[in-house]
Each structure stands twice: as C-alpha cells, then as structure tokens.
C-alpha cells in the first residue's frame, strides 16, 4: 500500500518561506511523477507543482512561478517544496501526489494522480 504524508506546514508571515516535505511509503518512488496541489476554503483544488520521476522536468502554476521550487530525493522517497516570498493567497491545504504512469511529462490534473496524501496546512499572515 502506497501512503503519502506530508509535513512542515505552519504559520509564517508574508514574505516568509517554508519547506514542505511528502515522504512515501510502500513503494520506491523512483518512476512516479510526484505533484503538489492545494486548496482553500471554497476553492477547488489546485495545481501548483509537479516533478517527473527523474527529475529532469518541473512545472510550476504560473502564481508561484519563481517562488517556488519543488525537488526530490529518491534515495530517501521524498519530495520537497520550498515556498519563498509567501503571500496570503497562498494559504490553503496542500497536498502531495504520485502519478505511477512513469510518464516523462508533468500530469496537472487531479485524476492523473493515482495516490494521494493527507495534507499540511500552510496559513500566511499579512
């Protein structure tokens, strides 16, 4: 059984940053896409990043392009997302994904993933 479990959401104040980790469980992660995805009250769950399962490819929603930075760590079966300059739109529920099509393209729909965690929160105060 494949299990995701994020960790190091918090409270930070604008312009702070914070790093997200997503360890995986039950499987190696080597051939995964692994995607970050978030949501806020009221909203839809979004996309906000997503690395192919060998690192060379990254795509990023536009809002956190160069904020934002995702990365892996096959070794240790864990992705990051370091979050810089945040905002207070960027506070909701973020959750990590693997897609285990081993696609060398980034998926950015929901249902390209096949596993889901159970989220961290991230609030930013202004």
């Known amino acids: 059984q494949v299990q995701l479990v994020e960790s190091g959401g918090g409270l930070v104040q604008a312009g702070g940053s914070l790093r997200l980790s997503c360890v995986v469980s039950?499987?190696?992660?080597?051939?995964?896409?692994i995607g970050w995805f978030r949501q806020a009250p009221g909203n839809e769950r979004e996309f906000v990043a997503g690395?192919?399962?060998?690192?060379?490819?990254?795509v990023y929603v536009d809002s956190v392009k160069g904020r934002f930075t995702i990365s892996r760590d096959n070794g240790e079966n864990t992705v990051y997302l370091q979050m810089n300059s945040l905002k207070a739109e960027d506070k909701a529920v973020y959750y990590c994904?693997?897609?285990?099509?081993?696609?060398?393209?980034?998926?950015?729909?929901?249902?390209?993933?096949?596993?889901w965690g159970q989220g961290t929160q991230v609030t930013v105060s202004s």
């Open positions: 994904a693997a897609d285990r099509s081993h696609s060398d393209y980034v998926a950015i729909t929901l249902t390209d993933y096949d596993y």
């Open positions: 039950g499987r190696s992660i080597r051939s995964y896409t």
């Open positions: 690395i192919n399962w060998n690192g060379d490819s990254t």
